[in-house]
Antibody, heavy 119, light 107 residues
Framework: EVQLVQSGAEVKQPGESLKISCKGS????????IAWVRQMPGKGLEWMGN????????TYSPSFQGQVTISVDKSITTAYLQWNSLKASDTAIYYC????????????WGQGTLVTVSS | DIQMTQSPSSLSASVGDRVTITCRAS??????LNWYQQEPGKAPKLLIY???SLQSGVPSRFSGSGSVTDFTLTISSLQPEDFATYYC?????????FGQGTKLAIK
């Protein structure tokens, strides 16, 4: 059974760093892209970027380029989303999702990680 | 970026109704169009991919059509579990943009 299990909710202060995770199982982790998607409170879905675990090839949305870092540790079948300096506007639910192929839809999703940034 | 515009943003309907949601792309995306359903507090769920292909396990009352720039999602006979928010997404070119969502509520 394909599963993407994300790390738990986080509460951080502005300026702090954070790395959240997404562990894949039940499929060949290195053969399928992983996407990260943001959902701000009460708002819609925003695609942040994709990473291919096989070679760490990464594509970012221009809206998120330079604001976050997407990475992967294929030895533990885990993808990451990282911030160096959080802002209040980063408060959102972040989902990881598996893609069947680069231009394919997201067929499996993690449960989401709620990140709250508040002083 | 390719802009995806859904209409309506919200609608009210009754169990058994036939409902259609539209999605328009700001440029040609061939058939690289997907539809997702999101229930409150849950992750999105893939319903339709490649404009008209039904994802495995999704009830046949859901269907998709369209190509190039204009697409539709149709629910043939609404069931109580269908009241949710629906999103279209293009995967023709990065960034893979979503529509703003259509909230389907019970009338």
């Amino acid at each position: 059974e394909v599963q993407l299990v994300q790390s738990g909710a986080e509460v951080k202060q502005p300026g702090e760093s954070l790395k959240i995770s997404c562990k894949g199982s039940g499929y060949t982790f290195t053969s399928y892209w992983i996407a990260w998607v943001r959902q701000m409170p009460g708002k819609g879905l925003e695609w942040m970027g994709n990473i291919y675990p096989g070679d760490s090839d990464t594509t970012y949305s221009p809206s998120f380029q330079g604001q976050v870092t997407i990475s992967v540790d294929k030895s533990i079948t885990t993808a990451y989303l990282q911030w160096n300096s959080l802002k209040a506007s980063d408060t959102a639910i972040y989902y990881c999702a598996k893609l069947e192929g680069l231009t394919s839809p997201s067929d499996y999703w993690g449960q989401g990680t709620l990140v709250t940034v508040s002083s | 970026d390719i802009q995806m515009t859904q209409s309506p943003s919200s609608l009210s309907a009754s169990v058994g109704d036939r409902v259609t949601i539209t999605c328009r792309a700001s440029q040609s995306i061939s058939n690289y169009l997907n539809w997702y359903q999101q229930e409150p507090g849950k992750a999105p769920k893939l319903l339709i991919y490649a404009a008209s292909s039904l994802q495995s396990g999704v009830p046949s009352r859901f269907s998709g059509s369209g190509s190039v720039t204009d697409f539709t999602l149709t629910i043939s006979s609404l069931q109580p579990e269908d009241f949710a928010t629906y999103y279209c997404q293009q995967t023709y070119s990065t960034p893979y943009t979503f529509g703003q969502g259509t909230k389907l509520a019970i009338k």
